[in-house]
């Protein structure tokens, strides 16, 4: 039972870091950059859903519901009004300037009396349920699940699968991976490539807000709760950075990694475990498990 429960622990977290390795990828995949401030997003999308319950009362579904739409507006906005005017610099100055809003979006957060240094609990309605099965009559030997992490897989997979269904069947989606391809080939075709890169943009962020409802009930929301997106890019790196199903796998490779070494490892070992992989990944298979080879002819 022992190792099934640190398996379902390290799945959920897995879960979460996968989720916000998909918010690197899609920005990739459309403006071959990358974003370090889905940590950030993810961070906003929590205190959007507290803010949406706790201050204007809405119940937990709409609150959910308003924090994902707002967040989506936020990332299209956050796309047209700050990255679109530097695209085509240098990839350096859109990594700097995500970095900076990140520290932006943090600052911004504590600056707020009473709320943005604090922790505060996400009152969700499945708070402190569990289940236990198996064990002595003491309960020791039994497998817990709570539903915290139940809720984190279902719903990682029930976005998954949306995301899926999104990209193979509708004409945005179809019209998305055109752009991802080349962009050039695809404006040339008629496709709306500048429209569609504010559209991913904030597709990543509504995924972002999904981590950071889905991880607010475990970790609480507090304004340093984006610094697991250091965590969520080496899941990316080894799914492989241009592969959506990749920044899944690579985040449950993650997961499970840290889950398992912080229990049969010395102290220490679960926060440079993601790091170690990663680092053997890139020896044995530079492009990720999912990546694309990429050749250039001289």
């Known amino acids: 039972m022992q190792i099934l429960q640190l398996v379902i622990s390290g799945v959920s977290q897995g879960c979460i870091y996968g989720l ?5 990828v899609l920005i990739y995949k459309a403006t071959e950059t ?25 119940p937990y579904w709409l609150a959910v519901i308003s924090a ?17 005017p530097i695209l085509g610099q240098p ?3 859109i990594v700097m300037l995500t970095i900076g809003i990140g520290y932006v979006a943090r600052g911004l957060i504590t600056m707020i009396p009473g709320i943005g240094t604090e922790t505060h609990t996400l009152p969700v309605p499945y708070k402190d349920m569990i289940w236990k099965f ?18 984190i897989i279902a719903a990682t997979a029930g976005l998954c699968a949306l995301l899926f269904a999104a990209f193979k069947y509708s004409k945005v989606g179809v019209a998305m991976q055109a752009s991802s391809q080349n962009q050039l080939a695809a ?21 972002a807000a999904v981590a950071g409802l889905l991880l607010a009930p475990i970790t609480f929301v507090h304004a340093n709760m984006g610094f697991i997106g250091l965590k969520a890019f080496p899941a990316a790196v080894v799914g492989g ?38 680092l053997v990944m890139l020896m044995v298979k530079p492009n990720g498990l999912f990546g694309e080879k990429l050749r250039k002819k001289v």
């Open 20 to 24: 916000i390795a998909l918010g690197f």
């Open 34 to 58: 990358v974003s370090f401030a889905q940590g950030e997003l993810m961070m906003l999308g929590a205190f959007g859903g507290l803010a949406s319950m706790t201050f204007m009362g809405f």
């Open 68 to 84: 994902i739409a707002a967040m989506a507006l936020f990332g299209v906005l956050l796309e047209r009004i700050v990255i679109r």
């Open 91 to 93: 990839a350096f100055s």
């Open 134 to 151: 198996g064990g002595d009559a003491n309960g020791i030997g039994s497998l817990v699940l709570n539903a915290e992490q139940l809720v």
């Open 187 to 207: 404006y040339y075709m008629g496709i709306p490539v500048k429209r569609l890169n504010g559209l991913v943009w904030g597709l990543a962020a509504a995924v």
């Open 241 to 278: 950075f241009g592969s959506l199903p990749g920044a899944i796998v690579g985040g449950l490779i993650i997961g499970l990694v840290e889950s398992l070494s912080g229990f049969y490892l010395p102290d220490g070992f679960k926060d440079t475990a993601a790091y170690i992989v990663v």
